[in-house]
């Protein structure tokens, strides 16, 4: 299923981090329970941002799962640099951000064949899967052995830096939790973020993350 335009911007108002910027008619309509945000004593992690360094900077910003390929593409733009530049691994910084639909991507195993999402998200056309595409493996999964490296684990052990946004969590993956587990906003809120990948940087919301990299010296690359 697709999230169209107007699904994902009434479920936008349910952001807290966002709330106070819109007019009160929009405020009004909120749900009861907005999707919680670190308070002061918990405050967003922006440690990556100092990991941002080296010649060649790149933010790819994943706005859908398409078979796990923007995660993919994070992995693959260093390698015309190397043939062409001889760049070292050194030279680089990638910025992966999951956002929209593409936060699926940025969650664990359990959660995908827990809840479906691979069900109700997946590409049209696409067959139905409990398996995260971003996290298959060769050995177990069956899909060719060159992928392996670009899976989003392998990413992030090598160094790869990958946000998730927090309204794109509010908005599908949240509600998700809530239903099938009858838990409160807040609660499916909390056990969402402990189902995203390990290593996966939760941010107020995949715009701030995207624009924050480029802040930070990266060029902006449409990964999805």
Same mark, same amino acid.
């Given at each position: 299923m697709?999230?169209? $335009?107007?699904?994902?911007?009434?479920?936008?108002?349910?952001?807290a981090?966002?709330?106070?910027?819109?007019?009160? *008619?929009?405020?009004?309509?909120?749900?009861? /329970?907005?999707?919680?945000?670190?308070?002061a004593?918990?405050?967003? @992690?922006?440690?990556?941002?100092g $990991?941002? #360094?080296?010649?060649?900077?790149?933010?790819? @910003?994943?706005?859908?799962? /398409?078979?796990? @390929?923007?995660?993919?593409?994070?992995?693959?733009? #260093?390698g015309? %640099?190397?043939e062409?530049?001889?760049a070292?691994?050194?030279?680089? +910084?990638? &910025?992966?951000v999951? $956002?929209?639909?593409?936060? *699926?991507?940025?969650m664990?195993? /359990? %959660?995908w064949?827990?809840?479906?999402?691979? #069900? #109700?998200?997946?590409?049209?056309?696409?067959?139905?899967? +409990? !398996?995260n595409?971003?996290?298959l493996?060769s050995?177990?999964d069956?899909n060719?052995?060159?992928?392996?490296?670009l899976?989003?684990?392998r990413?992030?052990?090598?160094g790869?830096?990958?946000?998730a946004?927090? &309204?794109?969590?509010? %908005?599908l993956? &949240?509600?998700?939790?809530a239903? !099938? @587990?009858k838990?409160?906003?807040?609660?499916?809120? !909390? !056990?969402? &973020?402990s189902?995203?990948?390990?290593?996966?940087?939760?941010?107020? +919301?995949?715009? %701030?993350?995207?624009? $924050?990299?480029?802040?930070?010296?990266?060029?902006?690359?449409?990964?999805?």
């Open positions: 697709t999230t169209t $335009r107007r699904d994902f911007l009434e479920r936008l108002t349910g952001s981090a966002l709330l106070g910027a819109m007019p009160a *008619a929009l405020a009004a309509m909120a749900p009861s /329970e907005p999707v919680p945000a670190p308070t004593a918990d405050a967003w @992690d922006m440690s990556w941002v $990991r941002v #360094k080296g010649k060649h900077k790149a933010v790819i @910003d994943a706005t859908h799962i /398409e078979g796990g @390929d923007p995660v993919y593409r994070a992995g693959m733009w #260093k015309g %640099f190397m062409t530049e001889g070292k691994p050194s030279d680089f +910084s990638t &910025v992966l999951l $956002r929209h639909e593409a936060i *699926a991507l940025a664990t195993p /359990e %959660f064949a827990t809840y479906d999402v691979g #069900k #109700k998200r997946v590409p049209a056309g696409d067959p139905p899967t +409990s !398996k595409p971003a996290l493996n050995k177990r069956g060719p052995p060159m992928l392996d490296d899976m989003l684990d990413y992030l052990a090598s790869g830096i990958a946000l946004c927090n &309204v794109a969590l509010g %908005f993956c &949240v509600p998700l939790i239903e !099938k @587990d838990l409160s906003q807040e609660e499916a809120h !909390k !056990k969402a &973020v189902m995203l990948v390990p290593g996966v940087i939760l941010q107020p +919301s995949g715009v %701030f993350a995207t624009l $924050r990299a480029q802040q930070a010296g990266c060029l902006y690359v449409l990964g999805s």
